[in-house]
């Protein structure tokens, strides 16, 4: 049994402001206009999904008047954040160290195995 294949074209009427708006809208010139108006659905299609939430607007609401109100901190405080906390973290990893073994060295002047020559 062999299967035919119908091409299913459908002809439709459009007026010429429309033609001219899809021939604009071509990316190239063998483009059809079917093709073009399947993109701009699928454009408007995949804007639709990847539209944000209700939270995420009000976070982004908030943020740009932090912003706009002086809120906001320069690269060099978080910098400075930064190694505050990593500072901690380091002081908290030694001082657990002295707890399980108090009669080993500190961290701080053990040569670390991965340390690379001239760092």
Known sequence: M???KTNDIKMIKLKPDTVEILQNLKITKRESYDEVINRI???ILVEDQL???EASKQVLVQ?????REGRV???EQILESFRE??????ADE???EIKKNPKSK?????KRKDATVGS
């Open 2 to 4: 062999t299967e035919t």
């Open 41 to 43: 659905f699928l454009q």
């Open 51 to 53: 539209e944000l939430g």
């Open 63 to 67: 943020r740009i008047r932090a912003f």
């Open 73 to 75: 901190k320069s690269f």
């Open 85 to 90: 906390k990593r500072g901690e973290k380091v």
């Open 94 to 96: 030694k001082e657990e």
């Open 106 to 110: 500190p961290l701080r002047g053990r």
